[in-house]
C-alpha cells in the first residue's frame, strides 16, 4: 500500500472516530447534567451541595410507586401481547399457501401508510368500553404494520427444509411454529419486543386521552405533571418534608431519571439478541 493511502486511510479513520465521539458527548452530556442535578441540594446550574432528599421523597411517596407499577404493567403485559398476535399473524402471512394472504398483506400496508385519527381512535375505544382502563394504553398500538411485515420476511427465511422434517416427524403448523420456527426466531422476537417495551414504557399521550383516573396514570404522565410544576411536587404540599420543598429542579430531575432507569436495565439483557435481531431484519428483509 503506498503511502500516502496509508496515511489517508488513518486520516479518515480519525475523522470517523471524532466524529463518532462529539455525537456520543452530545448524547450522553444531558443525562449526565440530568443525573447530577438530581442530586443537587441547590438551584444552581453546577450545584455545590449534594443530598439524595430528592430520590427519598419520590420513592416514598404512594402516587409515584403506583404509577412506576402501573407502567411496569402495560409494558410487560403489552409487550407479551404484541409478540404473540404479531408473531402468530407473520407466521400465517409467511406461508404462501394460506387463502387469502395478499388481501391481507395489502390491508396491513394500508394500515403503515394511512390511520383513522386521533378521533376516530377514541370513539372506537370509548365504543368498546376501554375508557378509563389499561386495556385502553395496549390493545391500540398491539399490533405494528411495519413489524408484522419484516417479521413474515424473517419467517420466510427459515429453510423449507426444516418444516418439511419437522412435518415428516408428525409435527402440524403449531409444532413446526413453536418447535423450528419460533427458537430460530428469538433474535427477531427480541428485538421486536424491545421496540414495542420502550414504546410501551413512553405511553404518555394515550393515557392523556384515555386514562381520567389519575391513579391509572403511567409513569409518563406523572412524570409530564411534576415537570410542569415549579415546585416539582407530585403529591400533597404538606406531605414534602421542608428540605426537599425547595429542591424542585433536583425533584424533577431524579423523577426522569427513576422513570428512565428500568427500561434502560433492559438493554444488556437483550443486547445480543438485540443487534443479531436488528442485522437480520435488515439482511434478509
Not at 404509577?67 to 409467511?94: E, N
Not at 427458537?183 to 404518555?204: E, H, I, K, R, T
Not at 443487534?275 to 431484519?281: D, E, N, R, S, Y
Request: net charge neutral.
Amino acid at each position: 500500500m503506498p503511502i500516502h493511502e496509508g496515511f489517508l486511510s488513518r486520516l479518515a479513520d480519525i475523522l470517523i472516530y471524532t466524529i463518532l465521539g462529539l455525537a456520543s458527548a452530545f448524547a450522553i452530556l444531558p443525562f449526565i447534567y440530568v443525573l447530577v442535578n438530581s442530586f443537587s441540594a441547590n438551584e444552581t446550574v453546577f450545584p455545590t451541595e449534594f443530598t439524595l432528599d430528592a430520590y427519598r421523597y419520590i420513592l416514598s411517596t404512594d402516587k409515584f410507586i403506583r404509577s412506576m407499577g402501573v407502567s411496569i404493567y402495560i409494558t410487560v403485559l403489552g409487550s407479551v401481547l404484541s409478540l404473540v398476535v404479531t408473531s402468530f399473524m407473520a407466521y400465517a402471512l409467511s406461508n404462501r399457501k394460506v387463502p387469502g394472504r395478499q388481501p391481507v398483506l395489502m390491508l396491513v400496508l394500508f394500515t403503515i401508510l394511512f390511520s383513522g385519527g386521533m378521533i376516530p381512535t377514541y370513539f372506537v375505544v370509548r365504543a368498546v368500553g376501554m375508557i378509563d382502563t389499561y386495556w385502553a394504553l395496549m390493545i391500540p398500538g398491539l399490533l405494528s404494520g411495519f413489524y408484522l411485515i419484516v417479521m413474515k420476511d424473517f419467517f420466510q427465511n427459515v429453510p423449507d427444509e426444516l418444516k418439511e422434517a419437522a412435518e415428516i416427524d408428525g409435527c402440524h403448523e403449531v409444532g413446526i411454529f413453536f418447535r423450528v420456527v419460533l427458537p430460530l426466531s428469538l433474535p427477531a422476537m427480541a428485538a421486536f419486543g424491545l421496540f414495542y417495551a420502550v414504546g410501551l414504557w413512553n405511553q404518555y399521550f394515550s393515557a392523556i386521552i384515555y386514562i381520567n383516573d389519575s391513579n391509572k396514570w403511567p409513569v409518563q404522565v406523572l412524570l409530564q405533571q411534576v415537570v410542569v410544576q415549579a415546585s416539582g411536587s407530585i403529591g400533597d404540599s404538606a406531605s414534602m418534608g421542608e428540605n426537599v420543598s425547595f429542591y424542585g429542579q433536583s425533584v424533577r430531575m431524579a423523577v426522569i431519571i427513576v422513570s428512565t432507569v428500568p427500561i434502560l436495565c433492559v438493554y444488556p439483557f437483550l443486547q445480543k439478541h438485540f443487534a443479531k435481531g436488528v442485522l437480520l431484519g435488515s439482511v434478509k428483509g
